[in-house]
């Protein structure tokens, strides 16, 4: 991902700065999700494995990234408290 992207992006509901998922958390997010445990915050189930992916310097929240670019819509983002075992 282009770094002056990741500059200028934040979470569009907490305002929070956002960091690539380090490889330690996105394996624990991507084993989660082939556990078929994890679910936006709309609710709904994400079935694929994500290939990159934004946290929030709160560590709360993941917006996934596909084909580089961020899907930053809030309902679709996957909040952290559900992950077991979640890297800080």
Known sequence: MDKRLLD??????????????SRNQLEALNASIRQGSVLTVAGAAVGTPLAAGL???DGKVIYRIEDDI??????EAIGTTQLAGFPA
């Open 8 to 21: 200028i992006l934040c979470c569009p509901v907490s305002k929070a700065p956002v960091s690539l998922l």
């Open 55 to 57: 946290l929030t310097a």
């Open 70 to 75: 961020p899907v930053m819509l809030a309902d």
